[in-house]
């Protein structure tokens, strides 16, 4: 009964497959913000035209072909983070089993981009390509004038969100369900070792960016 609860667990899935499927949701996610959301503002059709328009659109194919890699290296340094909190703790889960949990919690941020997409072919109907940029669900972004703060607490004020503490429960609960220890444990670990980093990662954005 055990190894068949292990099977069907989303953590336990192949991760070929699974790697797949959130590329092609990651893909279709943009590739919709791009074409129905951001290139019919008033500016992009501005620039259409002219060559930034024409840096714009090579931007926005990088980005497709870009998703691969950006996953393959996130999934790689947040994996090899848990694992050495882990290992620390004296936790004995895999490599391989921390980066199965960091991809699992990825999917977690497709709901942002879902809500993003309808607010603004809903809802804010007529955006420009600031509000698109600057605009995150739930995040502390919201609760800010975005023109007025000053740009490197753009990024962390997004990136702090209601979402991103789903990751961290997500991340929580695939430490516990490798190790099989109590929670507490699993908390600790992702504490030490993701959030801390994550924070640090923001506090060295803020202070080098210019």
């Known amino acids: ?22 590329c092609i949701l990651t893909l279709l996610l943009l590739y919709i913000k791009i074409s129905f959301i951001e290139q019919e503002t008033a500016a992009f059709e501005f620039l259409q ?50 980066w199965s949990v960091v991809m699992a919690a990825e999917f977690v941020f497709l709901l942002p981009e879902f809500l993003k997409i309808g607010w603004f072919m809903f809802i804010e109907t007529d955006p420009t ?3 698109i940029k600057a605009f995150y669900p739930f995040s502390l972004m919201n609760l800010v004038d975005y023109t007025t703060i000053q740009k490197q607490y753009a ?15 997500v991340l929580v609960n695939g430490v516990h369900h490798y190790a099989k220890r109590d929670k507490q444990a699993a908390w600790w670990i992702v504490s030490t070792s993701y959030i801390l980093i994550f924070l640090l990662w923001l506090l060295f954005y803020i202070i080098v960016y210019k």
């Open 1 to 22: 009964m055990a190894n068949e609860i292990e099977s069907t667990s989303l953590f336990s899935t192949n991760k070929v497959p699974t790697f797949i499927i959130l």
């Open 49 to 98: 035209d002219r060559p930034e328009g024409t840096v714009l659109k090579i931007i926005s194919a990088l980005q497709f072909f870009s998703i691969p890699l950006i996953y393959l290296w996130k999934f790689t340094v947040i994996g090899f983070v848990i694992w050495v909190g882990s290992f620390m703790f004296g936790f004995r889960i895999t490599f391989s089993q921390c």
């Open 129 to 131: 390509l600031p509000q």
């Open 155 to 169: 990024y962390p004020l997004k990136a702090i969100s209601i979402f991103e503490i789903f990751y961290i429960l």
